[in-house]
């Protein structure tokens, strides 16, 4: 069925007209395996990513690959209700939006923190799916507890020396260029002090990559070792040692969850839909009051996310965001994957067990695969306990 929001964001006809547009065009352009794979369209294997990259180039051409940027960096200059509604539409159709790392995290970093000359780099080839970007934030001892970072940024005439280690990089065995943190001066009284943002191409000497395969068997993360590596000054981010702002500029953006509440009432749909296909089996999952108990609650758990999502997204485009609002609903959404996808396997049954490439696979494997990467976004992005960490102290004034 198609999305069908109980809470609306905005609009009006030429808003609606618009969805209806971008559902037609889909229906024509969206090859039936992104569909097949829309519990987990950010990792792809090496060839299914080459073949997202020429669809996000053809969404390009009709202005919604980057629908709210500026007409100078080939974006669609689109206000944020027309932004949220393509993003819905994208993300519960399954379309694979390649290089989230770019389009979602340092492109508004650059906006904000960019030299002109950064921005006339970079900004132009992440629209045109041109250059692949990784995030380059946790590190062996480093992940939740990311001011801990150990990797050095030396000064050495107009360069720095980059030397360290960084791992579980998101879309690090794809990526062409990656956006790290390394500590310019030493661990003082405040430890987020001192750090540095950089721009770093990963063909740049002294850069030893190695693929980490996932549960689900895809080795889209990677780690990555620096020796020695050299980065023009001209690549650092911001102010040296204003790293720690830039990165929670860029966490802020990360985190308005609109494509995660989509792809939740995608899998719910997809979940109703199945139950409504046994009625007179002798299975009926319907049948079982708790089932039905279970999926209304669902529902109402989905649409309260929406409306979360919708609140972070009004709240940037306005530019009064409540810095505690993004990581309540990244903890939200986290929580809300991780139950659909429980849910999902339980009223499955055995056949909630089988993996996508099973034959007998029910719904294209969606709550058996989808059910082992919900254990990720628990973790990746920043924990669920650092996110309550945060809602605490930044949004209820809590002590540390």
């Avoid at 040692?241 to 995608?266: F, I, P």
């Avoid at 529902?299 to 990581?327: F, I, K, M, N, W």
Wanted: net charge negative.
């Amino acid at each position: 069925m198609p999305l069908e929001p109980i809470v609306q964001f905005g609009g009006g006809p030429e808003v609606e007209e618009l969805r209806s547009r971008i559902r037609g065009w889909l229906v024509d352009h969206l090859p039936d395996e992104f569909r097949r794979t829309a519990a987990n369209p950010d990792y792809l294997p090496r060839e299914g990513h080459e073949r997202a990259v020429e669809f996000c180039r053809a969404l390009h051409a009709q202005g919604w690959f980057v629908p709210h940027w500026p007409a100078r960096f080939e974006g669609g200059g689109l206000d944020v209700v027309r932004q949220v509604v393509i993003r819905e539409e994208l993300a519960y159709a399954g379309a694979p939006m390649v290089n989230t790392n770019g389009v979602n995290m340092l492109a508004p970093v650059l906006f904000r923190f960019g030299t002109t000359a950064q921005q006339d780099e970079h900004l132009p080839k992440i629209a045109r799916s041109e250059r692949m970007w990784a995030q380059g934030y946790s590190e062996p001892e480093a992940g939740s507890d990311l001011a801990a970072l150990r990797m050095t940024a030396r000064r050495d005439g107009d360069h720095y020396v980059l030397d360290g280690q960084k791992t579980w990089t998101s879309n690090g065995v794809l990526a062409d260029w990656i956006f790290v943190l390394a500590r310019t001066s030493p661990v003082g009284t405040k430890r987020q002090a001192g750090i540095s943002f950089f721009l770093v191409d990963l063909e740049t000497p002294g850069i030893t990559r190695r693929p980490i395969r996932s549960m689900t068997g895809y080795p889209t993360f990677a780690e990555e070792f620096f020796d020695g590596v050299r980065v023009p000054e001209e690549n650092l981010v911001g102010e040296e040692g204003e790293g720690w702002k830039v990165a929670k500029a860029l966490l802020d953006a990360e985190r308005s969850n609109v494509t995660r509440a989509a792809q939740a009432q995608r899998y719910l749909d997809e979940l109703v839909d199945w139950c409504k296909a046994q009625r007179g089996a002798k299975h009926d999952p319907l049948a079982d009051p708790l089932n039905r108990m279970a999926l209304a609650r669902a529902v109402e758990r989905v649409e309260v996310g929406r409306a979360l999502s919708y609140r972070v997204a009004h709240q940037q485009a306005s530019g009064t965001l409540d810095p505690a609002l993004p990581s309540l609903s990244k903890l939200y959404h986290s929580q809300l994957t991780a139950e659909l996808r429980q849910l999902g396997a339980r009223i499955l049954g055995p056949l909630g067990a089988l993996l996508p490439d099973d034959p007998d696979a029910v719904l294209d494997g969606h709550f058996s695969e989808g059910l082992l990467l919900s254990l990720l976004h628990t973790i990746g992005g920043g924990t669920s306990e650092i996110q309550r960490d945060l809602i605490s102290t930044t949004g209820l004034g809590l002590p540390r």
